[in-house]
């Protein structure tokens, strides 16, 4: 399996930008994708994630009402779409597969080299 996450850049306060994640090499769909955030010195973040058999999708309540996600089954992709971005969004953004519909990190087997998205204050 490859995740390639793709989207990222330079963006200023309160724009939108919207995160893909492409996905090669899975032959069934009972998995669930994530999205986490890194910033700098910080741990690594649950973001989102959705279960892309049902389309469940769950928020983290740091970004709620500000980002969603999404997938398109024929593109194989999924989206993170993020609006009313500010300096706290800073971050590379890195997209992950598992098996198990969780925001833990360490549950997920395989993850995309991450994308950055930075928002100057």
């Known amino acids: 399996v490859q995740l390639q996450a793709s989207g990222g850049g330079l963006v200023q306060a309160g724009d939108s930008l919207r995160l893909s994640c492409a996905v090669s090499g899975r032959s069934f769909r009972n998995y669930v994708m994530g999205w986490f955030r890194q910033a700098p010195g910080k741990e690594r973040e649950f973001v989102a994630r959705?279960?892309?058999?049902?389309?469940?999708?769950v928020i983290a309540d740091s970004v709620k009402g500000r980002f969603t996600i999404a997938r398109d089954n024929a593109k194989n992709t999924v989206y993170l779409q993020m609006m009313s971005l500010g300096p706290e969004d800073t971050a590379v953004y890195y997209c992950?597969?598992?098996?198990?519909?969780?925001?833990?990190?360490?549950?997920?087997?395989?993850w995309g080299p991450g994308t950055q998205v930075t928002v100057p204050a």
């Open positions: 959705i279960h892309w058999n049902s389309g469940y999708t």
């Open positions: 992950a597969e598992g098996q198990t519909f969780t925001g833990r990190a360490g549950a997920y087997d395989y």
